[in-house]
């Protein structure tokens, strides 16, 4: 069975955990035992049974009540599997909501229906960095609706807001749809619910099973991510992902930067020769020529090729302010980079913000100067080859997409 | 307990294990002789075309299944594995889980720094238990073997943590996504050997497999995989149930991992 990993963003405190605890009773997709363990930490704590509960493994993450790191939970639900991935919604923990952001298929978006929560900075920034991270479906619940008496008005402001906010970052209407929920009663979960007549869309979980069978199509040329060498029988091989398109036996291909050809004598899957290999296969070739690619190498076919350059224009994120010696990793390789960022991007209205304005956690518009040449592709035509990682000192500090 | 697609999980593991042997010069392996880290070798002899390219340690206490000593040595041969056996002691004044914790902690950090190994491929799931969830697919542990789960490198993508503790080392996991029931999906699939305690016996089979002193069987006839499979289809109960260790503390993971327990 396919899994769609599905990424829960949205503010700390609007309810994540909760929605996927709600979502596991539902489709009972949790033991006995993990059920027992919340309602006794509930009980412990003074309140009636929160399925958010059933999540939290840590202790001192239920004391604190909130979550540190992702958490991952299975359920599966008319013959579809999910992955949900809970993200911690606060700020100092943005780089492990990126981490686990950067796995999914689509989000879902949970957004407080409660006066003082609403649509928050945390929210946009969200959705603006899961665009980012390569997500291009999104399910916006507004939760809690069971705490403003279901209010129909409450519901079409966010909506009306968020849909101003979400053609501006450059999503598809088509790709987002609204659902007013209570994760806490359980509305609009997995049936539609009586409370909210008003609402004749569908449930959270029937626009997961929709989303799910959408997949991606790939008419895209050949792209092979070259992960290295492995010694084998057969002389020495590259290894590499194939990122799109179709690679077969005898074929001509050229990589890059080395801007050589080479015939593609076998291929590799799984440990098995096979004639062919398509989008996701690990594959491992024995060039005719002997190997020319390296890690970090770009192999395609056909008249497009990928950009070869040492010099590149992206939109970048900073998680922290960037400090000492700059890099990015870039489809497995690290390059020393010169960063210079020429506008700060004010997510919450798309404008420009002042010259100096913070970087971190804003976005920026930058170009970044490597000592070497290297092959890449802009984030518009190939996704998984257009984004990068930027460090400093070696550390994290955040993530770019090649414009 | 959801079946998962086995080749987007075998293409997830080929490439992280290949990813480790890129990035570290110096890896190796834990092998329990059990079914997840035999699957492991399994899915290794796929990403390097037929052989298993790095050293195989068994942290062995002495008080292993019989079934299992027997298991190692035939499949050691059959694989040409490079198998390291490092000796852990038994302490019974560590109580509790003398048998595997901090004993076996104590003989591996021992071999790690004989060898020099820079990267650890061990063969946990993030469905074995709760805490198990927060691993990376790539995660550091320092010089003492602490796992700092709080700031654990961002890892994005296909972009894995390369960053090297002074003196600490990688903890790799392949099987991370894999749930117990794609094992034996893919054991079966792939006819890979398994120790026969995992099968029934008068009524009973090991589900999970420590040594003899932390681990008991359950209630099962199923003789065969396929008999694992059906049985593992229908049932309620956590996979850990047959292990003592989990039933001391609620949070005894959490603590031996942060111990350095595998
Ligand atoms: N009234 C109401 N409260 C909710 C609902 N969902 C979550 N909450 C409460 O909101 C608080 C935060 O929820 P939680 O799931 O921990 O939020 P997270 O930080 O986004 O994971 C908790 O006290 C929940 O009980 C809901 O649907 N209705």
Not at chain 1, 355 to 359: A, C, G, L, T
Not at chain 2, 93 to 97: F, N, Q, R
Not at chain 2, 235 to 243: D, H, L, M, P, S
């Given at each position: 069975m396919l899994i769609t990993r599905v990424t829960l963003l949205g503010n700390k405190d609007h309810g994540k955990s909760t929605l996927i605890g709600s979502m596991l009773m539902l489709t009972k997709s949790v033991t006995k035992e993990r059920i027992a363990e919340a309602e006794r930490t509930s009980k412990a704590l003074g309140r009636k049974f929160e399925p958010g509960f059933i999540l939290d493994s840590f202790s001192e993450e239920r004391e604190g009540g909130l979550t540190i790191d992702t958490t991952r939970v299975q359920v599966k639900h008319k013959g579809a599997a999910f992955e949900l991935i809970d993200v911690p919604g606060h700020e100092e923990l943005i780089q492990n909501m990126i981490s686990g952001a950067s796995y999914a298929g689509f989000a879902i978006l949970i957004i407080s229906a409660m006066e003082n929560e609403g649509i928050t900075q945390q929210t946009k920034r969200h959705l603006f960095l899961a665009k980012m991270l390569g997500v291009t479906r999104v399910i916006i619940a507004v939760n809690k609706m069971d705490a403003i008496g279901y209010s129909r008005k409450a519901f079409d402001d966010i909506k009306e807001e968020m849909l101003r906010f979400l053609g501006r970052i450059g999503f598809?209407?088509?790709s987002v749809s609204f659902i007013p929920v209570s994760a806490y009663n359980y509305d609009n979960i997995l049936a539609r619910s009586k409370r909210m007549p008003w609402y004749t869309g569908e449930p959270l979980m029937q626009s997961m099973l929709q989303f799910s069978k959408q997949r991606e199509k790939d008419g895209k040329s050949l792209r092979i991510s070259v992960q290295g060498s492995i010694e084998s029988g057969n002389g020495t091989l590259v290894t590499g992902k194939v990122i799109s398109g179709k690679v077969s036996k005898g074929d001509t291909v050229a990589s890059f930067p080395e801007g050589r050809s080479f015939r593609i004598e076998s291929i590799y899957v799984k440990g098995r020769q096979k004639p062919s290999a398509g989008k996701g296969d690990d594959i491992a070739i024995k060039p005719g020529s002997g190997p020319v690619s390296r890690r970090g190498s770009i192999i395609c076919s056909g008249r497009q090729k990928p950009l070869v350059s040492d010099r590149l224009s992206g939109t970048v994120f900073f998680v922290r302010e960037p400090a000492g010696k700059a890099s990015i990793r870039y489809n497995g390789i690290e390059l020393a980079a010169d960063i210079i960022v020429h506008k700060v991007i004010d997510i919450a209205t798309g404008g420009s913000l002042q010259?100096?304005?913070?970087?971190v956690l804003n976005a920026a518009k930058a170009s970044i100067t490597s000592r070497k040449k290297f092959a890449f592709e802009k984030f518009n035509e190939y996704p998984e080859l257009g984004r990068f990682t930027l460090y400093s000192n070696g550390t994290f500090a955040g993530i770019g997409i090649i414009d | 307990m959801i079946e998962q697609d086995l080749k987007q999980l075998q293409e997830r593991s080929i490439y992280i294990m290949r990813e480790a042997k890129e990035k570290f010069g110096n890896v190796a392996a834990l092998w329990s002789m059990g079914k997840d880290s035999t699957a492991m070798l399994a899915l290794a002899r796929k990403a390097f075309l037929g052989k298993v390219p790095f050293p195989i340690i068994h942290i062995d206490n002495g008080i292993d299944f019989p079934e299992t000593y027997k298991f190692r040595q035939e499949l050691a041969k059959k694989w040409k594995l490079d198998l390291i056996v490092a000796e852990s002691e038994i302490k019974p004044?560590?109580?509790?889980?003398s048998c595997c914790g901090e004993n076996k902690t104590i003989a591996l950090k021992k071999l790690m720094k004989e060898r020099g190994f820079d990267a650890l491929i061990v063969s946990i799931r993030r469905d074995e238990h709760g805490i198990r969830a927060k691993e990376r697919y790539m995660s550091p542990r320092n010089r003492d073997f602490k796992w700092n789960y709080k700031e654990q490198p961002a890892e994005l993508w296909n972009d894995y943590s390369s960053k090297l503790d002074d003196k600490g080392h990688i903890r790799v996991h392949?099987?991370?996504?894999?749930n117990e029931i794609d094992i034996w999906n893919f054991t079966k699939r792939e006819k890979v050997p398994i120790n026969p305690l995992y099968k029934s016996k008068n009524g009973y089979r090991y589900r999970s497999l420590g040594c003899t002193h932390c681990t008991s069987p359950v209630k099962s006839n199923a003789k065969g995989i396929d008999g694992i499979i059906n049985e593992l289809r229908s049932?309620?109960?956590?996979?850990?149930?047959?292990?003592d260790q989990d039933k001391e503390k609620e949070y005894v993971m959490e603590k031996l991992r942060a111990l350095g327990y595998m």
């Open positions: 598809d209407r088509d010259k100096n304005s913070e970087i | 004044e560590l109580s509790g889980y392949p099987l991370l996504d894999w049932t309620k109960t956590e996979e850990r149930a047959g292990r």
